[in-house]
C-alpha cells in the first residue's frame, strides 16, 4: 500500500489512528520531525517509527535539516542509497527511514512517476530565533535549485503522474484560513510551483504545511490534496482508480 499523510511533528501517536497496513510505504509531506532537534528527543521518536513495520518516506518540510546536512555531518552514521530509481539518504540505525534529495527528483512508486520538491518558508522564523528554538536558513528552494527543477521537468516533457510537496502552488494555498496575511512572507516557492503546476501534465499533487485538510481541482481537472497535520490519511493508488 501507499499512502500519503500530513505534517507528524515528532507525533509518532498520531500514526495510531490511520490503520496503516504493514510493510506500506508512508509519503511524509514534510515537517516529519525526525531531523528538527537534533538530539535525543528525534532519536526517540524514530525508533518509535519502527513499531508499524513500514517504510516511511520523507518528503523535507521547513520545520527539519536537509538530509544532506546530516550526511556531510555524520558520514559514519548516515548513507546515500538508490531508492525507487533515484538517490535518497538514510540513516544507518533507521533504514526504515528514508529521506528525498534536498533538490527536486523523480522517483518511481508503484508504477507511479513521481516529482518531489521539498522546503517551505518558516513564518515563524522570527519566534524562533527569538527563542533559540531550531530555524535552518536553507530551508526553502534556492534559485538554482527552482531552475535546476525546470530542466528536469523539460527532460521529462513536463509529464508526471504524481508531485509530493511541502508547501503548495500559490493558486491555491489556503488563505481564507489565515489568521493574517503578512506580507513579509518569503512566497518565492509558492509562485514558482504556481508557474510549474500550469505547465505540468500530472494527476494528482499532494502537499501538507497548512495544517488542514482539503480537496480541490484545477482548472483543467487535475487532483491537489492538502492536508493536514498528523491526519487525513490518503491510500493513492485507490485515490487514483475512484477519484
Same mark, same amino acid.
Given at each position: 500500500? *501507499? @499512502?500519503?499523510?500530513?505534517?507528524?511533528?515528532?507525533?509518532?501517536?498520531?500514526?495510531?489512528?490511520?490503520?496503516?497496513?504493514?510493510?506500506?510505504?508512508?509519503?511524509?509531506?514534510?515537517d516529519f520531525?525526525?531531523?528538527?532537534y537534533?538530539?535525543?528527543y528525534?532519536?526517540?521518536?524514530?525508533? /518509535?517509527l519502527?513499531? @508499524?513495520?513500514?517504510t516511511?518516506?520523507v518528503?523535507?518540510?521547513?520545520?527539519e535539516?536537509r538530509?544532506?546536512?546530516m550526511?556531510?555531518?555524520?558520514?559514519d552514521?548516515?548513507?546515500?542509497?538508490e531508492?525507487c530509481g533515484?538517490?535518497? @539518504?538514510?540513516e544507518?540505525?533507521f533504514?526504515?527511514i528514508?529521506?528525498?534529495?534536498d533538490?527536486?527528483?523523480?522517483?518511481?512508486?508503484?508504477g507511479?512517476?513521481?516529482?518531489?520538491?521539498g522546503?517551505?518558508y518558516?513564518?515563524d522564523?522570527?519566534?524562533r530565533?527569538?527563542r533559540?528554538?531550531?530555524?535552518?536558513?536553507?530551508?526553502?528552494?534556492?534559485?538554482?535549485?527552482m531552475?535546476?527543477?525546470?530542466?528536469?521537468l523539460e527532460?521529462?516533457?513536463?509529464?508526471?503522474?504524481l508531485? *509530493?510537496?511541502?508547501t503548495a502552488?500559490?493558486a491555491f494555498?489556503?488563505? /481564507?484560513?489565515?489568521?493574517?496575511?503578512?506580507?513579509?512572507? /518569503?512566497?518565492?516557492?509558492?509562485?514558482?510551483f504556481d508557474r510549474?503546476?500550469? *505547465?505540468?501534465?500530472?494527476?494528482?499533487?499532494?502537499?501538507?504545511?497548512?495544517?488542514?485538510?482539503?480537496?480541490m481541482?484545477?482548472?483543467d481537472?487535475?487532483?491537489?490534496i492538502?492536508?493536514?497535520?498528523?491526519?487525513?490519511?490518503?491510500?493513492?493508488?485507490?485515490? *487514483?482508480e475512484e477519484?
Amino acid at each position: 500500500m *501507499l @499512502y500519503t499523510i500530513g505534517d507528524l511533528h515528532g507525533q509518532s501517536r498520531l500514526l495510531d489512528n490511520f490503520n496503516i497496513e504493514p510493510k506500506s510505504t508512508v509519503i511524509c509531506l514534510g515537517d516529519f520531525g525526525a531531523n528538527f532537534y537534533l538530539n535525543h528527543y528525534d532519536s526517540i521518536f524514530k525508533q /518509535d517509527l519502527k513499531k @508499524y513495520d513500514c517504510t516511511f518516506f520523507v518528503v523535507r518540510g521547513n520545520h527539519e535539516i536537509r538530509p544532506s546536512r546530516m550526511m556531510n555531518d555524520f558520514p559514519d552514521k548516515w548513507e546515500k542509497i538508490e531508492y525507487c530509481g533515484n538517490g535518497a @539518504y538514510r540513516e544507518k540505525e533507521f533504514p526504515y527511514i528514508i529521506y528525498a534529495l534536498d533538490e527536486a527528483a523523480i522517483y518511481e512508486f508503484e508504477g507511479l512517476k513521481t516529482l518531489v520538491m521539498g522546503g517551505a518558508y518558516s513564518i515563524d522564523k522570527d519566534v524562533r530565533l527569538l527563542r533559540n528554538w531550531p530555524w535552518f536558513p536553507d530551508e526553502q528552494m534556492s534559485e538554482e535549485e527552482m531552475a535546476a527543477a525546470t530542466a528536469l521537468l523539460e527532460k521529462n516533457d513536463w509529464t508526471v503522474d504524481l508531485v *509530493l510537496t511541502h508547501t503548495a502552488p500559490s493558486a491555491f494555498e489556503p488563505v /481564507d484560513s489565515f489568521i493574517s496575511f503578512r506580507k513579509d512572507v /518569503d512566497r518565492s516557492m509558492e509562485v514558482f510551483f504556481d508557474r510549474v503546476e500550469r *505547465l505540468l501534465n500530472y494527476r494528482l499533487w499532494c502537499f501538507g504545511h497548512y495544517h488542514i485538510f482539503k480537496i480541490m481541482r484545477s482548472e483543467d481537472r487535475k487532483t491537489l490534496i492538502m492536508h493536514s497535520a498528523g491526519g487525513e490519511k490518503i491510500d493513492i493508488k485507490k485515490f *487514483l482508480e475512484e477519484w
